[in-house]
């Protein structure tokens, strides 16, 4: 405690103005042994005596520890073991969302959309793939096999984006019999071909400054069309039929 180590000081003081005074008399060198040795056994004695393992705050940094390595594995991976204590509403995705919902949205488009947006089950797996068409587009010299790699990407993003819509849909059952089946379906699909598109644009802009080449614009435009053709003429269907055996 700090009234042990204020005393270890004193101790201290006073031997250093004992030599201080004594050191004119030979004899006094014997007598300066007794307090240094004093002054050692106490200093050995109450360190160790006031040394107490903190097991609360040693479990605190084992633990923080552990969350470090785990957000680490998070950029590749789902882990269930991160522990995330507050939610955070991402507010810079606000004029997505409201790009997404329309002018005159229907509850359950806005409830898909919604999902999509707020849960970190699609827009981590986005975040994570830009970095990664980002990485890619920095190491890799022949422009092709950027745009093969991201065209790959965004074909990974679709596959995920009918699974988050779909469960969407389950959860949100209880509202189904208030919207016409028709209306949405269209509405999921709607969602689905704009999430795309604003998904290739991420993506395009992530390999464009990976590029640092002025040919790095083009995927800007390329694969924001990639993703509509890719919906259009798979997903589309995919996302139907896997719709009709729920």
Do not use: C
């Not at 004594?22 to 004695?45: A, C, D, K, M, T």
């Not at 053709?229 to 269907?237: E, S």
């Amino acid at each position: 405690t700090w009234v042990e180590k204020l005393g270890i000081y004193m101790i201290a003081v006073a031997n250093f103005f004992g030599m201080f005074l004594w050191i004119s008399e030979g004899w006094s060198i014997v007598l300066l042994v007794i307090p240094v040795l004093l002054s050692i056994f106490v200093e050995q004695y109450y360190g160790k005596a006031a040394f107490v393992y903190q097991f609360d705050k040693m479990i605190e940094m084992e633990l923080e520890r552990q969350q470090r390595i785990y957000r680490l594995f998070a950029l590749f991976v789902d882990v269930p073991m991160l522990h995330k204590p507050h939610a955070h509403r991402r507010t810079y995705l606000d004029g997505v969302l409201k790009m997404l919902v329309g002018n005159q949205p229907s509850g359950h488009r806005y409830l898909v959309s919604r999902t999509v947006i707020r849960t970190s089950q699609y827009m981590s797996l986005l975040l994570q793939l830009a970095v990664v068409s980002f990485v890619v587009a920095l190491f890799s010299q022949p422009y092709y096999w950027n745009f093969i790699v991201n065209a790959l990407l965004v074909m990974l993003l679709g596959f995920q984006l009918v699974g988050v819509i779909q469960s969407a849909n389950t959860q949100n059952s209880h509202f189904a019999s208030l919207v016409d089946s028709n209306t949405r379906l269209q509405d999921d699909l709607s969602v689905l071909m704009l999430t795309m598109v604003v998904s290739g644009i991420v993506i395009g802009i992530s390999s464009a400054i990976g590029m640092r080449e002025l040919i790095g614009l083009v995927g800007i435009v390329f694969y924001p069309i990639f993703g509509v053709f890719f919906t259009q003429f798979y997903l589309r269907f995919r996302f139907i039929k896997k719709r009709r055996k729920i």
